[in-house]
């Protein structure tokens, strides 16, 4: 098949680690590279954020990523893209009348607007990953989240008009069931991890202490401050938090700042370390020189990094949210504790430093674990979502209004 991705602000070219950088530009690059193993065709559809990007860039075989003027051409935060959502699904219809997919695959509610607003008149189906929702955002965040007031709203009415929603987790189908989906086309599609780049064997990154880790976003709610007042009740060991805007920006950046005054308070600082964003390559060896990954998020729709630290062979300490429900096999593959909770996290901790035959059992299981969601697998259940849709729309099948 001829597929499009559409992700409007995540790009499957940029950098991960920055603001709006993170685990759906890994899974639209990575999603759409399965696919292409699969013997298709993909365009990924994207906003340009920068006038000196080509129209057209060919990331792999059978795999290209076009750029869509929507806007000025410079970096916009998601949260203020909506009003150039319409142009942005203006220059995609033109786009897939010039060259027609069999099915579009929406990201983010916003692309999921743009994407209905582009297919309708090609009568072509539309399949929707939110990645997020904003009823849970809203939910966790309150008065801090930025999204705009319509966005609720706006992502029900992509829910009721696509032909297959593809939720990442058991805990997202039901919130979508709640918001409205029928439960017979919402399927799950999780994301996934190369079992040939995170593996178990290979060069672990030096150490001189036990070491944790937390992987992630430098915003509130991936939960970085309670990683570190986890490690204030382990005097032993030490705590890298790897992520963060670019080199030129890390030092002024305000979490930044908030998490070393956080460790200050602490007394902590020869104890944690903020490194930075680093590139995908230097993940599994620091992985690997890690006892444990903790993913400790208010909430999570997925997360990628706890496949990651899996298939590695590393345990997780996560919050027992979203998609690490599904993931984390607590006592298995790794420990669960309640969002928030830094003496149930700590306690995780210290059962796991303390009983090494335990954490190695545990990592061993880990591995087994991420081989689950092996790309090509994650890449045969969309193309099912896909095949799906396609025959939905050619039947005529009512479609809620």
């Known amino acids: 098949m001829r597929i499009a991705l559409v992700s409007e ?183 996934g991890v190369s079992l040939t780049h995170f593996t178990p064997e290979g060069r672990a990154a030096r150490r001189c202490r036990p070491r944790l880790l937390s992987i992630g976003r430098l915003v509130a709610r991936k939960g970085h401050d309670d990683a570190i007042r986890v490690i204030a009740a382990h005097p032993q060991a030490e705590l890298l938090i790897v992520g963060g805007p670019e080199a030129g920006a890390f030092e002024s950046d305000s979490e930044v700042r908030r998490l070393r005054a956080l460790a200050r308070e602490l007394k902590m600082e020869d104890r944690v370390r903020l490194t930075g964003r680093l590139a995908q390559a230097e993940l599994p060896a620091l992985l690997r020189s890690a006892d444990a990954v903790l993913c400790l998020p208010w909430y999570e729709p997925f997360g990628i990094v706890p496949l990651e630290a899996m298939a590695c062979g590393v345990p997780v300490i996560g919050s027992a949210v979203g998609g690490l429900l599904d993931t984390v096999r607590d006592g298995d593959t790794g420990l669960l504790v309640p969002p928030r909770d830094v003496p149930a996290a700590s306690a995780a901790v210290t059962e796991l430093l303390e009983d090494t035959a335990f954490r190695d059992r545990m990592g061993k299981a880990a591995r087994d674990r991420a081989e689950d969601y092996e790309w090509s697998s994650v890449a045969a259940r969309a193309e099912r979502a896909y095949v799906a849709a396609i025959h939905a729309h050619r039947t005529n099948r009512p479609v809620a209004r």
């Not at 954020?49 to 060919?58: A, E, S």
């Not at 916003?110 to 399949?127: D, F, I, K, R, W």
């Not at 929702?133 to 801090?144: P, T």
Request: aromatic content about 4%; proline content about 8%.
């Open 9 to 191: 602000h995540a790009s499957p070219l940029a950098v991960v680690g920055g603001v709006d950088a993170g685990g759906q530009n890994v899974h639209v690059a990575e999603l759409a590279n399965a696919l292409a193993d699969r013997g298709h065709h993909i365009v990924v559809y994207t906003r340009r954020d920068d006038p000196h990007l080509p129209t057209r860039v060919t990331m792999r075989s059978r795999v290209t990523v076009e750029h869509v003027c929507a806007g000025p051409a410079a970096p916009i935060g998601k949260d203020d893209l909506l009003p150039h959502i319409p142009q942005f699904g203006q220059q995609l219809q033109e786009c897939l009348r010039n060259e027609r997919p069999a099915v579009v695959h929406a990201h983010f509610w916003m692309s999921g607007l743009a994407a209905l607003a582009a297919a309708g008149p090609l009568a072509l189906p539309v399949v929707q990953t939110f990645h997020a929702l904003g009823s849970v955002k809203r939910r966790y965040q309150g008065s801090a989240d930025t999204s705009p007031p319509e966005r609720i709203g706006l992502e029900r009415t992509v829910i009721d008009r696509v032909q297959r929603v593809v939720a990442s987790c058991d805990d997202e189908r039901r919130e979508l069931v709640e918001l409205g989906a029928e439960p017979d086309r919402v399927v799950i599609v999780p994301s």
